[in-house]
């Protein structure tokens, strides 16, 4: 069994001139940009995580003495887990 072609395929494309693929065009107009307030407000967050981030720790002590207690199995007692879970409530939900 034999297939004929329908039609012939040209594998150079007519109609185009060598050189012009490469050219640039020049506008005439100013550029200009725009920001938008939210990518304004992820910079301005993202600037002061940086910051954060970079800031010397100043209650270093105040730290040590909280692991000092934490460590110490007579501080942690009902009190303190109910005081501390109301705490996290009032900061997540308050």
Same mark, same amino acid.
Request: charged share 25%; proline share 4%; hydrophobic share 40%.
């Given at each position: 069994?034999? @297939?004929?072609?329908?039609? !012939?395929?040209?594998?150079?494309?007519?109609?185009?001139?060598?050189?012009? *693929?490469?050219?640039?065009?020049? %506008?005439?107009? =100013?550029? !200009?940009? %725009? @920001? %938008? %307030?939210?990518?304004?407000?992820?910079?301005?967050?993202?600037?002061?995580?940086?910051?954060?981030?970079? *800031?010397?720790?100043?209650?270093?002590?105040?730290?040590?003495? /909280?692991?000092?207690?934490?460590?110490?199995? *007579?501080?942690?007692?009902? =009190?303190?887990?109910? =005081?501390?879970?109301?705490? /996290?409530?009032?900061? /997540?939900?308050?």
């Amino acid at each position: 069994m034999t @297939i004929d072609r329908i039609g !012939s395929i040209d594998p150079i494309q007519p109609g185009k001139k060598p050189g012009q *693929a490469g050219q640039a065009r020049v %506008s005439q107009g =100013a550029d !200009s940009i %725009s @920001i %938008s %307030s939210e990518a304004q407000e992820k910079a301005e967050l993202y600037r002061v995580q940086k910051l954060a981030a970079a *800031a010397a720790d100043v209650r270093a002590e105040r730290v040590a003495e /909280l692991k000092q207690k934490i460590n110490d199995p *007579a501080y942690i007692n009902d =009190a303190i887990l109910n =005081a501390t879970a109301n705490k /996290l409530i009032d900061t /997540l939900f308050g």
